[in-house]
């Protein structure tokens, strides 16, 4: 990636590396105003530009169908079903294992396995943080 380039009044401002020294803004000048000006613009006028891509979308313009729906209907989202299957195992290592031949013996689809599995691997690495600060703790009494 190359360095992006910098006016002379900006290289105080920017690390070796390009990017921006911390509290330093790359648009120390704000939004531009004539895009405050042009939103107002566009505000006053919205009622008659909805008016026309609706009288578009009853004539069958397809693209104005499709902007309407794209914001008056919200995508549908991906849900999966809730499963059942035998998890067992007292360590982290065990229960990834029985997900693992859940998924195998075909009870549990392999995209929820690697979802359970990753929200598994995201509960040990929390606990091992936990007990990191419980060992820390004990060390900082002793001393």
Known sequence: MSQPECRPEQAVARRKDGTFKKGRSGNPGGRPGHINALRAKLATGSEEVAGVVL??????????????????????????????????????????????????????????GRALIEALASVAKIAELDELSRRLEALEAKA
Not at 63 to 69: E, G, S, Y
Not at 78 to 100: H, K, L, N, W, Y
């Open 55 to 112: 009288d578009a979308a009853r004539n069958g313009d397809m693209q104005a169908c499709r902007l309407i729906l794209e914001r008056m209907v919200p995508a549908i989202k991906p849900v999966s079903e809730p499963i059942q299957f035998d998890f067992s195992g007292s360590t982290p290592t065990d229960q990834a294992r029985s997900i693992m031949a859940a998924i195998a013996a075909g009870d549990i689809p392999p995209d929820q």
